[in-house]
């Protein structure tokens, strides 16, 4: 089985990768939001243009970030009249939802940006962020944390606030747990999840029982005497044959083809993919970013 990578020669230092990557017009407008809480805001045409594998522009330059702030989420817009709702999560157990129309710029977008989520605490950070065009777009979303509890409801137990605002509870954390992501999913939907010990895990979803907002969710590894497993994240896998990749801490990719791996079940740990001592504990996995053909 074979597919072509993106990845390779595209010019980037071995700690970042690519995470939005689409054929777009001078006349679209981007949003580029930060896992503490910044929304960026450019409109295409304000970025310079650069060639394939030169390292292009850093957004530093023109609007101060902390050296660990990190961009998590980036969507292109045809306009800046639109009707959806931004679907924000954090790791310390807050959700909301925001509209479009809140976080539209203001005139001192090109030296500021503009607080799109309220952090409650220093540490905080934002682990997702999901827009949805319509309330019909909605559907349901989980949650998974950090000891392996999963919390699945539906979006629209998520009320919509504004801008600098920290949200509602999403889930029920206890001592240091921590929620790692969010997905949108329906009850077809199929999940990929990794550990810190490079275990890998195939869940259909209908193992996790659909509930409501705020509370603890259920177990979906199985607690171990010593050396536990504990998830870093998760996705969804939209297709058997679309590769994963799960990146680590010593900046290691290690490509994943779900078609591979049988499902497992609710309390499995799954299946050790990666030797965390010669690549690294793994941080994130995603569905791997194919070739951009542009005409």
């Not at 530093?60 to 639109?82: C, H, M, R, V």
């Not at 479009?100 to 605490?121: N, V």
């Not at 905080?124 to 919390?151: D, M």
């Not at 810190?196 to 193992?207: D, H, N, T, V, W």
Request: glycine content about 8%; some cysteine; aromatic content about 8%.
């Amino acid at each position: 089985r074979s597919y072509k990578a993106s990845t390779s020669d595209d010019g980037l230092k071995d700690e970042d990768y690519p995470i939005f990557m689409e054929q777009l017009n001078a006349r679209d407008h981007l949003f580029m939001f930060t896992n503490k809480g910044n929304l960026i805001y450019r409109p295409v045409f304000e970025i310079a243009d650069a060639k394939w594998k030169e390292t292009g522009e850093h957004i530093s330059q023109t609007i101060g970030l902390d050296p660990d702030e990190e961009i998590i989420g980036t969507y292109a817009f045809n306009s800046l009249k639109e009707n959806g709702t931004f679907l924000i999560a954090t790791d310390d157990g807050h959700i909301k939802q925001t509209g479009f129309e809140s976080l539209t710029p203001g005139r001192t977008y090109k030296k500021h940006a503009y607080t799109y989520e309220k952090l409650k605490t220093p540490d905080s950070r934002v682990v997702s962020i999901e827009y949805l065009p319509t309330p019909e777009a909605a559907g349901q979303l989980l949650l998974i944390s950090k000891n392996g509890l999963a919390l699945r409801f539906d979006v629209n137990a998520v009320p919509v606030n504004g801008g600098r605002t920290t949200g509602v509870k999403s889930m029920g954390l206890r001592g240091d747990d921590k929620v790692t992501n969010l997905q949108l999913v329906n009850e077809n939907s199929v999940i990929a999840l990794v550990t810190q010990r490079g275990s890998f895990k195939k869940l259909a979803i209908k193992e996790i029982p659909a509930t409501s907002r705020a509370r603890k969710g259920v177990m979906i590894l199985r607690e171990l005497k010593s050396n536990s497993h504990r998830i870093v994240d998760f996705c969804t896998i939209e297709n058997d044959d679309q590769p994963l990749e799960v990146r680590t801490d010593h900046h290691r990719i290690h490509d994943i083809l779900p078609a591979d791996y049988s499902f497992g079940g609710r309390y499995s740990n799954g299946s050790f993919v990666i030797d965390v001592d010669s690549e690294g504990t793994p941080v994130s996995i995603r569905p791997k970013l194919t070739d951009l053909s542009i005409d």
